[in-house]
């Protein structure tokens, strides 16, 4: 409910010349409904619904006066920039096979093991007798000091790891490892796990899955991993993937182990030393597969307003445009995924930034209006951005990516997803104490949620980047109702057919979020600053390494923070 007050508020600013610049719910809810509709049937990747949602954004863009962005075909920029996907499956179980005292046999996919359909473009897999390596926590952090291989020559072998990083069995001051207490660190995300396994050479990896550390059960490994991968297409994916991506059970670990006379709690307490050295199993890991893969051509959409005197220097908002697509149906028989929340509220919300941008002056630095596709996919949109970018990663300065947004009226804080330091959450907390609000941080660190959206392709290169989320602390109901409402959400409508527009949402939350924003970036498109990394964060490495790439300026940390 508004107040008549405010009310009138509203109407007297849509009358004022302001009125232009300002953020509007009306065409918010319009760009929401269209993009959540049926027949954007869920804006699948490569789809009809995704031939769709291009031309509305690329449309909206067109009308707010933005110019494209995407790549220069012919001397010409144009509206997207083309995301070749590898998609792969297998075209049976494979053949996985265990050899050792105690463990030799065969292991059930799905059930005791979940091995990935490669995404290194092979078709066959085939592995006879791979010796595995225990390497802890499978961890290599020069700012930590940390390294679990030591120089072994790991080339050939099967990584048996634990998922997290290695203080997560720890408390804070036990004078056992530090990798930022609870917060998951990249370290320990199985993705970070498998490239590291493919840099070292290593013919696969195993991880030891565990539902606390992971943050989430089996069958999430099971139904996310034993069905089609897709990732972007690379020129040598050999470097990103190795051969054998895999999690096993902890029963099955437990076995492993035993067949080395040690317990699981005995591998745990050795990973979690400094002086950890890989430990050769006495079992072998064979496995032979067959799998189908095809490339798929999906696209990002990039809108640009150059600035007036950087012009190579750009703050990028960030939004996944793409859904599920049409799937299995539930229980009304509905199988069209609209995504109207997921993210059918953070393409609106980057598309009214651009039009509010393209009616304020224009900026110093370059603004982007960065629409990805295939975040469902393993924020590949973004991967392939990041491997591939428009603009250069050194000279951006910040990226600020919505997934989701606030729809059940304004907030009295803001979250982002996951744990992270950096000056530009700082700066963004500062923009929020404006508007009399507060950050509330990320409550389940340990599941790095940091890791698990668009920001974070961009993250790991050393640009600072963050999504920012809706509040919790509600000014009707306040965190109770807040928190309710996302509980709701989450079991009823979370990438289910039912997460459709609702006439009941209310923007005037994502309003307050799209300022807070604007000003955000704003004042870094008008300025000089580079924010950065703080200094044990394990993305500021990458980002000093780029330091001279942007004129030869140190890289500054707090002129940027401290910035009225
Ligand atoms: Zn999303």
Redesign the pocket.
């Known amino acids: 409910m508004i107040r008549p007050a405010l009310l009138l508020a509203a109407t007297f600013l849509a009358a004022s010349p302001l009125a232009a610049q300002s953020f509007s719910i009306p065409r918010l809810t319009k760009d929401i409904q269209t993009l959540g509709s049926d027949a954007f049937e869920g804006r699948g990747p490569a789809t009809a619904g995704e031939a769709k949602s291009i031309a509305y954004i690329v449309q909206q863009l067109k009308t707010a006066g933005v110019q494209p962005g995407g790549e220069v075909v012919g001397g010409k920029r144009e509206w997207t920039q083309r995301v070749p996907l590898l998609q792969s499956q297998w075209s049976t179980d494979p053949v996985l096979t265990l050899t050792g005292n105690g463990v030799a046999g065969r292991l059930a996919q799905g059930t005791e093991i979940a091995v990935r359909a490669p995404l290194t473009g092979a078709s066959q897999l085939r592995l006879d007798n791979a010796p595995l390596v225990f390497a802890g926590y499978g961890v290599q952090a020069p700012e930590r000091q940390w390294d679990d291989f030591k120089g072994m020559d790991l080339r050939g072998k099967i990584l048996v790891v634990f998922i997290n990083d290695p203080d997560f069995e720890g408390a804070i001051g036990d004078g056992g490892p530090d990798f930022g207490g609870k917060a998951m660190t990249y370290y320990g995300r199985w993705t970070y796990k498998y490239e590291q396994a493919a840099k070292l050479g290593a013919a696969g990896v195993m991880i030891v899955h565990e539902d606390a550390p992971a943050s989430y059960g089996w069958n999430t490994v099971k139904n996310s991993n034993t069905n089609t991968m897709f990732d972007v297409v690379r020129q040598n994916p050999s470097a990103s993937h190795p051969a054998v991506e895999s999690w096993i059970t902890k029963a099955i670990a437990e076995r492993i182990f035993a067949a080395s006379g040690m317990t699981l709690a005995q591998a745990k307490a050795a990973a979690r030393r400094r002086d950890f050295k890989p430990i050769e199993l006495p079992v072998r890991f064979s496995a032979s597969g067959t799998a189908t893969a095809r490339t798929i051509t999906s696209y990002n959409v990039v809108g640009l307003l150059p600035g007036t005197r950087r012009p190579d220097e750009t703050v990028i908002y960030s939004a ?1 445009f793409d859904h599920l697509g049409v799937g299995l149906p539930d229980a009304n028989g509905d199988r069209i995924y609209n995504g109207a929340l ?2 059918g509220v ?1 393409t609106a919300h980057v598309i009214e930034q651009a039009r509010v941008f393209a009616k304020q002056p224009r900026t110093e630095r370059s603004i982007v209006f960065l629409f990805v596709t295939a ?2 996919k393993g924020l590949l949109g973004s991967e392939y951005y990041n491997s591939n970018p428009l603009y250069p990663l050194s000279k951006t300065v910040g990226v600020l990516n919505t ?2 947004g606030s729809i059940h009226g304004p907030a009295r804080d803001f979250s982002i997803s996951g744990t992270a330091k950096l000056d530009l959450l700082d700066m963004a907390v500062a923009e929020a104490g404006r508007q009399g609000r507060r950050y509330t941080p990320d409550e389940k660190v340990e599941a790095g949620y940091f890791f698990r ?1 668009d920001h974070f392709p961009f993250a790991k290169r050393g640009v600072p980047a963050i999504s920012f989320e809706a509040g919790n602390d509600l000014v009707q109901g306040g965190t109770v109702r807040g928190k309710a409402l996302a509980e709701d959400y989450t079991e009823k409508r979370y990438h289910q057919p039912d997460d459709e527009y609702d006439p009941s949402w209310n923007l005037t939350g994502l309003v307050d979020d799209a300022k807070l924003l604007n000003n955000l970036g704003r004042s870094l498109a008008n300025s000089a600053a580079w924010p950065n990394w703080s200094q044990d964060s394990e993305f500021r490495a990458a980002r000093d390494a780029t330091a001279t790439e942007r004129g030869g300026s140190a890289p500054d940390t707090r002129e940027a923070g401290e910035r009225g």
């Open positions: 996944h997921d993210n953070g975040e469902e997934d989701g959206s």
